[in-house]
């Protein structure tokens, strides 16, 4: 092989890794989860199923997480007016943190006639890392208070997690237990999806700048030989 088609195959090999560093590693998993839920009416117990769909986006020094019920549970003996039901829950933490962050949400915008699937609205919090690693975010219990009456739904089949980020905590911390869910101080390093593409587009940068190199120091002994 010449000189020349040598040199060039270095930095085409050195481009082919960087670029294969940046379509590796993604920092977030989201999956739709059925949930069977048992919930503790005032009129009795009462079972449904809805698949929760979790997300999370970079906001601030934490996440926006927002969960999403797909179909409706529980029901209402009488129709509820509009305004009359206000939904809350709770997600587990899981992997490299531990606790619980609280969502909330709107009140019905419609009525929710009688004996009917009652339709969560999203539901919404913030999370802010306390570890550093893979959290996982997993539905936890669903309460929902209507015309002075509560209803706590349960899950009782163990679901999975719904989502998944790779995060980092405020000062790279990676031990000791914490409960998570309501904002804490200091500035949090971006850790983002957005964030995790820059940081291995500059390792991928890093690899061509070692090929670009190794063509500088053939390419000067090269010189030499020839001198």
């Known amino acids: 092989m010449s000189y020349h088609k040598r040199t060039a195959a270095l930095a085409s090999a050195a481009a082919l890794a960087g670029s294969a560093v940046l379509m590796t590693a993604p920092a977030a998993r989201a999956d739709v989860v059925d949930v ?12 449904a199923v809805s698949p929760i769909d979790i997300k999370g986006v970079r906001s601030g020094s934490g996440y926006r997480i927002t969960m999403s019920w797909q179909k409706g ?34 009140a019905n915008q419609t009525a929710i006639p009688a004996n009917t699937p009652i339709k969560i609205n999203d539901l919404s919090g913030t999370y802010t890392p306390q570890k550093t690693g893979k959290v996982t975010f997993t539905a936890g219990v ?17 679901p999975g997690p719904s989502l998944s980020l790779d995060v980092t905590a405020a000062g790279g911390g990676s031990s000791g237990s914490t409960q998570s869910g309501t ?43 020839r001198r």
């Not at 069977?36 to 079972?47: D, H, L």
């Not at 587990?92 to 943190?97: E, Q, T, V």
């Not at 101080?185 to 390792?203: F, I």
């Open 36 to 47: 069977n839920y048992r919930c503790q009416t005032p009129i009795g117990v009462k079972s």
């Open 73 to 106: 549970v529980s029901s209402s003996p009488v129709e509820l007016g509009k305004g009359a039901m206000n939904p809350s829950a709770t997600i587990k933490l899981g992997g490299a943190d531990s606790g619980t962050v609280s969502v909330t949400g709107p």
């Open 142 to 158: 669903l309460t929902i208070k209507a015309l002075g009456t509560t209803t706590t739904c349960t899950p009782t089949n163990s």
């Open 183 to 225: 904002d804490s101080g200091g500035q949090l390093p971006k850790t983002g999806p957005e964030d995790s593409v820059v940081a291995l587009g500059t390792l991928g940068g890093t690899v061509l700048l070692a090929g670009a190199a190794g063509v500088l120091w053939l390419t000067r002994r090269h010189q030499t030989v």
